[in-house]
């Protein structure tokens, strides 16, 4: 008797969300969407407090994902969601991405391939991030590329993103004390450095996000992005 033998290595897609129902429909839709079947989702669910629990059953019935339903207590940031995430996962390989993106079909994929190719010394790959929406916002970050890693490489955004779970293990995964968006993941990817790992970039592999059009909403994202990184950096 034969023992088959998946044709893609285990994969899991970990999504960390609060209070953020209706972008997570369309985030959860474009994974069911993906042109690759094995795979999880994870969906870490950081203490909302609107109807997220109903709605994550709902979209495993209807989309019929491989997904898996991990809910905090009480928010604990995503840096903890994430970590959650990861560790509750199958996969040997963890996909990130975020609650207001939506990955394009070939977007998984593109992403396993390219780190099952990759040396072993490569960490993890990111990918591209193009606007959901057109705006003012959504033309700045697409064209300062502030969701995607910098041309040196040094860092991953989890936006869009594919880890080694050996590699996340190493290093005991993202920092927690970050309890914001921004800071933790540059933290990782330059703990993981400080090991000798590298990571590579695969610009095929598109995710489209929502940014939010709002200047109050923009100057209170950069500031998070600079107290997360600075707290990062302080350690």
């Excluded at 300062?144 to 050996?166: D, F, K, Q």
């Excluded at 993981?192 to 109050?216: I, K, P, T, W």
């Amino acid at each position: 008797m034969h023992t088959l033998v998946p044709m893609q290595p285990p994969v899991s897609v970990v999504v960390p969300t609060h209070n953020r129902r209706a972008l997570l429909e369309r985030c959860m839709a474009a994974l069911a969407r993906q042109r690759m079947t094995a795979f999880e989702a994870v969906l870490v669910d950081d203490g909302s407090t609107d109807d997220t629990p109903r709605a994550a059953m709902r979209l495993r019935e209807e989309l019929k994902l491989d997904l898996k339903y991990v809910r905090q207590s009480q928010s604990q940031g995503p840096a903890c969601a994430r970590n959650q995430g990861w560790r509750a996962a199958q996969g040997r390989l963890i996909a990130f991405t975020d609650d207001d993106c939506e990955p394009a079909p070939d977007w998984l994929p593109l992403l396993v391939q390219s780190l099952t190719n990759a040396e072993a010394d490569i960490a993890g790959i990111g990918g591209r991030v193009e606007p959901a929406t057109d705006g003012l916002i959504s033309r700045y970050m697409t064209y300062h590329r502030i969701l995607e890693p910098p041309p040196s490489r040094s860092y991953l955004v989890t936006a869009n993103c594919i880890y080694r779970r050996s590699a996340l293990e190493e290093v005991g995964g993202f920092n927690e004390c970050v309890r914001t968006a921004g800071g933790e993941d540059p933290g990782l990817s330059f703990a993981l450095s400080e090991r000798g790992y590298r990571f590579g970039f695969m610009d095929q592999a598109v995710v489209r996000h929502n940014y939010r059009e709002g200047l109050l909403e923009f100057a209170r994202t950069f500031f998070r992005y600079g107290k997360g990184c600075r707290l990062v950096m302080d350690r």
